[in-house]
């Protein structure tokens, strides 16, 4: 506390005053990272980025970070973990860079969509209840009117009860000819699902990601475990162990190199598109994801 009655303690990087009115996003950032005596690899291994990007990220060369989307995203991220506000931080970036962001319009079907499942999930409660109680009070009376020596025993065989433990509505006709056998029912089938069968298995599939340039990278295992999420630098090589399927999305296919269980794999990507998304099963064998698992929709 000085003499003013003004305290003497640093004022946070993220606050507005004339101080800090003309710094850069990079710089703010950098500046609240060492008021809080934390290391750059400190902030990579946190936010799952290359030492490297974060250097990038607080010298302001968002070029190296790819697309202005993954520059946004790092960001956002940066100032949530120094506590900073994320909306100063793009505001300063934008301001910098000149590059705004254009919201995607919302179809109207997608924007009433909360609206629609909220009614459902009311009314599918609602009338099951409903239903539930009309049908438990005319069996209680049906039993009743039916059994008037015990109201409390029904009046139908216990034969007559399906093994489901539900009355039928009509008894099955008997069979024309005694000697012709009754149809039998199909088998349950005790298929395990793939991704089932493959953790019960114990298999694993072992990936090598080879980085001629930058490239956006998400990789996930059939337990949802996340592998690798980040930004891909130029001359990085990760080894990743994961069990199949693993879902692998690749922002610029044609800057990475994939090696399943020490094996090279072509990549399969769309024609025109330089993104990818495939999925390497336990065999490891490489295919690429539909549209609908991908979460992609089809143009018409």
Known sequence: MNAAGHSNEPEPAGSSGPAHDSLTPGELLRKERERRSITQLHIAEELHLDARAVAA???????????????????????ALLGLSPQLIIERYEALTGVQEIPAPIPASVASAP??????SLAGPLW??????ALTLGWWLWSTVSSPGDPMQSAVPDEAVTEA????STLPPEPADASE???????VS?????AAASETAGI???????????SWTEIYDATGKRLMFGLGESGK???????????????KASAVTVQVNDKPVVVPRRAGRDAAKFVVTANGAVEMMSAQASGEVPVE
């Open 57 to 79: 990220i607080e010298d302001n060369r968002f070029e190296q970070l790819g697309p202005a989307v993954y520059a946004r995203g790092h960001l956002r991220q940066y100032a």
């Open 165 to 168: 433990g539900s009355l039928p």
């Open 181 to 187: 056998p009754a149809p039998q029912a199909p088998p």
């Open 128 to 133: 099951s209840g409903v239903g539930l109680i």
């Open 115 to 120: 609206i629609d499942m909220e009614r459902r």
């Open 237 to 251: 090589v990760s080894t990743l162990t994961g069990v199949p399927p693993i879902r692998v999305t690749l922002g």
């Open 204 to 214: 694993q599939v072992r990936l090598q990601i080879q980085f001629n340039d930058a």
């Open 190 to 194: 005790n298929a395990v699902p793939a």
